[in-house]
């Protein structure tokens, strides 16, 4: 490894390689490169637009850094399985994972920490030690394992011997063993020359590889590291940054920046129109700004609000954040935890439930599996617990879908809102006209309830206080009041406005390759004419049609026209 090295600054336009610790002391120049490999990147100063950044680390160095990875345990067909150990932290790949007599057996396709590579079986005997046999199905014995080794081993091993390569070396036998830096075929100690590397990881193991920048990062600014990132300052627009085994924190993100890293990302304030992506870990972020997209594996916890058209998803954990805005897209595994929820949004729990301390918008279409706590609900949204019960503290708007496993309770509920309660009771306060409760057990209502109201109860009983007439308008009906226009409701929401035309949008189409809804006529046009998104540039693919990449968005198209329609009734005034 090179001496660690100081420089000044990198001048504009002037490319860097180097091996080993780098410091720079001062700025990275407008368009510079820095190549570093097997080391840490310093940067006191801060790197300016259109500079570019690579830190690779080489296989052999790379098994000493602290790369912290989950454990997961996954039977059967696989693409991937990770083991920690005590005292060590490994990376293992293979096609499958058996426990055999509670010995974890990795089979075809191994790989172990980037160092150890077979298409035999694998069984691990303790702290580095390793057995690598020949694969074989006769302590099995079924048709499923007959046709697991004759996929692996096809092509790619000699019958009866085990082949593996370890530290770039092949390997070739009955029996082979790796305990530490060791290798033993049947049972005879094999050479290896490891003088060249054992100073470099010796070095390594005191001090893992990173990226530090003091300062700030422009805009159009490129990285690609092996290593952690971590910035000190603010990361500009339209960067691209990546980790491929380590994680990323910074101070804020402007707009149109897309991170990608294998671990955790820490951030304060996320601009707009960005893409976060952590492969393994989640994401802790102040806000995010408008139309950003998240896709994590790990909880998603945000400190404050969520803005108008982001995307959020955690495949393995749930949210927790402020203010939702409109048209959010939420798709998480575990529990949703926030304040409240703007109109036209689609939120979705695979496993777990919600709870919304103030209240969700118009247009809403919210499914989980287990409870949903909420404070209000607004009109036209529909809200599904499938195993689970509904508790609305406050009101129900009209035209509201409540459905659930277990029971529903709430205050007043709207007209024309039905209420369905599949193994459980029902229990309101008033109910608007027209409204359909339907449950297994008992319906009790406190308040009103009109005549034209619809009540089943399957096996229970239907209690009610009282019963208020439907209302009718006649010509003598004393003439509605309607309250003075408020500026709040005038003002037109920013998730109804298309990015091209920059006007409230008739029929709006969610674009996939960007994740943002636009007027229908003004993406086709755009597309046809440069097939790319018009905020991110990404391309579609040759095969793509239009078609193929635009899709209705529906809520938002419902949540528009109810807008303009009382838009327009406030600007005619009383009548």
């Known amino acids: 490894m090179e001496a660690r090295k100081n420089i000044a ?32 990147l310093t940067i006191l100063g801060s790197v300016k637009d259109g500079a570019k950044i690579k830190l690779s680390v080489s296989e052999e160095l790379r098994k000493t850094n602290n790369i912290s990875i989950r454990q997961i345990s996954v039977g059967g067909w696989q693409s991937s399985c990770i083991y920690s150990g005590s005292g060590e932290i490994n990376y293992t790949s293979c096609n499958t994972s058996l426990d055999i007599g509670g010995q974890k057996m ?20 303790g702290k580095n030690k390793y057995k690598i046999t020949p694969i074989n199905n006769s302590q099995f014995g079924n048709s499923w394992f007959s046709f697991l080794v004759a996929k692996n081993k096809q092509g790619k091993s000699v019958p009866g011997l085990a082949t593996a390569t370890i530290d770039g070396k092949n390997y070739e036998g009955a ?22 590397v054992e100073g470099q990881l010796a070095e390594w193991s005191k001090t893992p590889p990173k990226l530090i920048i003091h300062g700030n990062i422009g805009n159009v600014v490129y990285i690609n590291s092996d290593a952690d990132i971590e910035v000190k300052g603010t990361i500009g627009n339209f960067c691209v940054i990546q980790s491929e085994y380590g994680k990323l924190s910074a101070q804020n993100i402007d707009d149109e920046t897309t991170i990608t890293v294998r671990n955790q990302i820490e951030v304060g304030h996320v601009g707009k129109s960005c893409v976060l992506k952590s492969k393994q870990y989640g994401l802790k972020a102040q806000s995010l700004d408008r139309n950003t997209h998240v896709d994590v594996r790990d909880a998603v916890n945000i400190n404050g609000d969520i803005g108008n058209g982001c995307e959020v998803k955690s495949s393995q954990y749930g949210l927790k954040a402020g203010n939702v805005g409109e048209a959010v897209a939420i798709a998480v595994h575990d529990a949703i935890d926030v304040n409240s929820i703007g109109s036209a949004c689609i939120i979705k729990s695979k496993q777990y439930g919600i709870d919304v301390t103030e209240g969700i918008g118009a247009h809403v279409q919210l499914t989980v599996r287990d409870d949903i706590k909420i404070g209000s609900v607004d009109n036209n949204s ?44 029902i229990a309101v306060r008033n109910v608007g006209s027209n409204a359909t409760l339907t449950a297994r057990e008992d319906i009790d209502i406190d308040g009103s309830c009109p005549s034209n109201t619809k009540l089943t109860s399957q096996k229970g009983k239907v209690r009610k206080a009282t019963v208020a007439p439907t209302p009718k308008q006649g010509i003598f009906s004393p003439p509605r009041v309607e309250a003075e226009p408020k500026r709040a409701e005038m003002e037109v929401p920013e998730a109804y406005i298309c990015i091209i035309t920059q006007e409230i949008m008739k029929k709006p189409l969610f674009c996939t390759l960007d994740g943002r809804t636009y007027e229908a006529k003004a993406i086709k046009e755009w597309l046809t004419t440069h097939r790319t998104s018009p905020v991110t540039k990404k391309e579609m693919k040759p095969d793509q049609s239009i078609d193929d990449v635009l899709i209705e968005n529906r809520n938002l198209e419902d949540a528009i026209q109810e807008f303009c329609q009382k838009r327009s009734q406030i600007l005619a005034g009383p009548h």
């Open 382 to 425: 529909q809200l599904e617990s499938q195993h689970g019960k509904i508790k609305v503290s406050r009101n129900v708007g009209s035209n509201v879908l409540l459905k659930s496993h277990d029971s529903i309770q709430a205050k007043d509920v709207g007209d024309n809102s039905v209420l369905s309660s599949t193994q459980g009771e």
């Open 106 to 125: 990795m089979i075809g396709d191994v790989n172990i920490n980037n160092r150890i590579f077979t298409d035999d079986q694998v069984v691990k005997l």
């Open 9 to 40: 600054n990198i001048e504009k336009n002037k490319t860097i390689n180097h091996k080993g610790d780098l410091t720079i002391d001062g700025d990275i120049e407008e368009n510079a490169e820095i190549s570093l490999s097997d080391g840490s």
């Open 175 to 196: 029996e082979i063993i790796v305990d530490g830096s060791d290798v033993f075929v049947n049972g005879e100690k094999t050479a290896i020359e490891k003088a060249s």
